[in-house]
């Protein structure tokens, strides 16, 4: 028999569960099953009722995800990221679920029988009273298991499963399928529309060739970035540094995503963002970079002189697009 899953993190553990991530059978839990990247706007939906179940019910909400994505473990080429789970798991907790359980996905775990899965998992870890998953849930080795095997199996074990359909708007189901067709055709306004919020990158600031200080605008070069990259471009951003207890809005700025052309040839692709009004060190610290704008595509112009002088054009509409992303009622928080 496969030897049970690491749970990779136990975020935000409380009274209600032990170090292990186990719910006492005393309290039970409303467990939402699901890959959640993006926590976009139909995740949302379904999260809130999921908060508002388990509150009228006197039991635990909490999420139960995978990682790293099944896709990856299984042969297949998992989809682009929009969040990383750190990432994931602050959305969450500002929805109220504070308690979110990562199990590392593997080989063994993938060959666990759906009746295990919902037996061991499902009810002698978590407690489960309720499940809640979305209409195509499959589960089990070999994906044998689907919603009314899951549900078969709560009425064994003692919890109910639950089926929800996807919230939507007039072009469509919200869906992080639907956000990274956006993301990937530069679409920033659409993505914000699924996600409810501004796309970001995460990434360590590293030495570069310092080119943007020389242009009279210093730049933080952003590497080791895990989350979908959009089209090569330059773009409005808002940035937050991630290495005190919870995220701490830096500045706005402009950020440019692409090879350079002008001042590098066809190299590597960068990430570099020139922070505005902002003063200080940041080589080595973590940084987020919301992306509230697309202004313009990359291209090669005629020297470093109408290259600085563009520079102060997108400068000058980044801070116009940020002003603006500030007065709208779905502004990003600060």
């Not at 801070?319 to 600060?334: G, M, V």
Request: hydrophobic letters at 45%; one cysteine or more; a neutral charge.
């Amino acid at each position: 028999m496969p030897a049970s899953p690491a749970i990779l993190e136990h975020l935000e553990p409380d009274a209600a569960s032990d170090a292990a991530g186990r719910v006492p059978p005393s309290r039970g839990s409303v467990v939402v099953i699901g890959n959640f990247d993006g926590v976009h706007r139909g995740h949302q939906a379904v999260l809130a009722e999921a908060v508002a179940l388990a509150e009228r019910r006197a039991l635990v909400p909490l999420v139960l995800t995978f990682a790293p994505h099944p896709a990856a473990v299984l042969g297949r080429t998992p989809p682009p990221l929009l969040t990383t789970l750190p990432h994931r798991a602050e959305l969450l907790a500002g929805l109220g679920l504070r308690r979110v359980v990562a199990l590392r996905f593997d080989l063994g775990f993938a060959a666990w029988s759906p009746e295990r899965f919902a037996r061991e998992l499902l009810r002698d870890t978590l407690g489960a009273r309720v499940v809640v998953v979305g209409e195509n849930f499959r589960f089990g080795a070999r994906r044998a298991g689907d919603f009314a095997e899951l549900a078969r199996l709560g009425f064994r074990f003692g919890f109910e499963a639950c089926g929800h359909a996807m919230a939507a708007d007039g072009r469509g189901a919200f869906s992080s399928t639907r956000a990274r067709e956006a993301i990937g055709a530069g679409d920033l306004a659409e993505a914000r529309a699924v996600l409810g919020r501004s796309h970001a990158l995460s990434g360590v600031v590293a030495h570069g060739e310092a080119r943007g200080r020389t242009l009279g605008f210093p730049t933080a070069n952003l590497e080791g970035i895990a989350e979908m990259v959009p089209p090569h471009g330059v773009y409005a951003v808002r940035v937050d540094a991630l290495d005190g207890p919870r995220p701490e809005r830096l500045a706005g700025g402009v950020m440019n995503i692409g090879v350079r052309p002008t001042v590098s040839g066809e190299g590597r692709a960068t990430h570099e963002a020139h922070l505005f009004d902002f003063e200080g060190d940041l080589y080595g610290r973590a940084l987020r970079v919301h992306l509230v704008a697309r202004l313009r595509e990359e291209r090669r112009f005629d020297g470093v002189d109408a290259l600085r002088a563009q520079i102060r054009k997108d400068s000058e509409a980044a801070r116009a697009a940020l002003a603006l992303e500030a007065q709208s009622p779905t502004a990003d928080p600060e």
